[in-house]
């Protein structure tokens, strides 16, 4: 199946600082590419939809200031949180699919601690 | 619009006894329906998937689930439990006739705790 990879795979900010965390899909070009949150114990929330070389589409109560989203390429989105804080600490995913394909392929996510 | 839900938000079972994780879905167009598995701090493995073909859909690792329209179900079996089924997971569906371009929706989740 497709690959999509997930970097860092565990990151620790100071609080204030950003942290970028990038998706790629490794075998596919993906004009769609999809970041959830996913707190403790709960499940995944969609937080934003990338789409490339235009705006991402952000769900209702996701900050777009705060988690910047870039889809420069075909293969290649970024998530940045911007000035984080202790209650951005979460496990951040991305999946993206295929052209064509109905079957989402899911990264390894993103373990973000702020101190 | 689409959602589903979980019936369990966690199953325990005996090792080699038989799974049963329950799944309904509403949908206003012809879904799509997913199972993925998530390990502790791990990303999201496809179980299985059905998209209209055959109502029952076979999957990795004996897992199995059947698509039933009139329940508007999609529960999750496994003849024989293993420790090693020990997971998260999540029933999901997508509404592509809807353009959603592959938006999913996620349920709650299942825990699945496998006792020796």
């Known amino acids: 199946g497709a690959v999509v990879s997930q970097h860092p795979s565990r990151v620790i900010c100071k609080s204030g600082t950003s942290v970028k965390i990038e998706c790629r899909s490794l075998?596919?070009?993906?004009?769609?590419m999809f970041w959830y949150r996913q707190f403790p114990k709960k499940s995944l929330m969609l937080m934003a939809t990338?789409?490339?070389?235009?705006?991402?589409?952000?769900e209702q109560g996701v900050e777009k200031d705060k988690f910047l989203i870039n889809h420069a390429s075909l293969t290649l989105s970024t998530l940045t949180v911007t000035s984080a804080h202790p209650e951005d600490s979460s496990f951040y995913i991305c999946?993206?699919?295929?052209?064509?394909?109905?079957?989402?392929?899911f990264g390894q996510g993103t373990r973000l601690t702020v101190v | 619009a689409q959602s589903v839900t979980q019936l369990d938000s966690h199953v325990s079972v005996s090792e080699g006894t038989p799974v049963l994780l329950r799944c309904n879905y509403s949908?206003?167009?012809?879904?799509?329906l997913f199972w993925y598995v998530q390990h502790p701090n791990k990303g999201l493995q496809l179980l299985l998937k059905?998209?209209?073909?055959?109502?029952l859909v076979k999957g990795i690792n004996g897992f199995e689930a059947e698509f039933k329209k009139s329940e508007t179900s999609f529960h999750l079996t496994k003849p024989s439990a293993h420790m090693s089924d020990a997971a998260e997971y999540f029933c999901?569906?997508?509404?592509?006739?809807?353009?959603?371009?592959?938006?999913?929706?996620f349920g709650k989740g299942t825990l699945l705790t496998v006792n020796p």
């Open positions: 999946s993206a699919s295929p052209v064509e394909n109905t079957e989402a392929f």
């Open positions: 075998d596919f070009q993906a004009t769609t």
């Open positions: 990338s789409n490339e070389g235009s705006k991402a589409t952000y």
């Open positions: 949908s206003s167009y012809s879904p799509s």
């Open positions: 059905y998209t209209s073909a055959a109502t």
């Open positions: 999901v569906v997508s509404d592509l006739g809807g353009g959603s371009n592959y938006k999913l929706t």
